[in-house]
Nanobody
Framework: VQLVESGGGLVQPGGSLRLSCAAS????????MSWYRQAPGKERESVAL????????NYADSVSGRFTISRDNAKNTVYLQMNSLKSEDTAVYYCRARHRWLEIYDYWGQGTQVTVSS
């Protein structure tokens, strides 16, 4: 199983980035997908999730209205569109895949760095 994130980088405050997470080795449509982030010296926190079956979404209060999670089951890929970025969004962003029924099937990507700075 592999989850490979991409799309991170350096962006100015107010800018946008789109993260991608390409999954392989799993039946992607059976997995709820999430984005987490971890800033230096802080615990990893959930940012957004999208369910496996009906594509319902949920967001952390800190990103609601600015970030959008989406998935393309045909491409085995989940996205995180990040707009109006702030310095406090600076973190390593991780993709997570969790099976809809079988919690032992729980996978993480290696992370991608997002830095928001002028």
């Amino acid at each position: 199983v592999q989850l490979v994130e991409s799309g991170g980088g350096l962006v100015q405050p107010g800018g946008s980035l789109r993260l991608s997470c390409a999954a392989s080795g799993i039946t992607f449509s059976n997995y709820g997908m999430s984005w987490y982030r971890q800033a230096p010296g802080k615990e990893r926190e959930s940012v957004a999730l999208i369910t496996s079956v009906d594509g319902r979404t949920n967001y952390a209060d800190s990103v609601s209205g600015r970030f959008t999670i989406s998935r393309d089951n045909a491409k085995n890929t989940v996205y995180l569109q990040m707009n109006s970025l702030k310095s406090e969004d600076t973190a390593v962003y991780y993709c997570r895949a969790r099976h809809r029924w079988l919690e032992i099937y729980d996978y993480w990507g290696q992370g991608t760095q997002v830095t928001v700075s002028s």
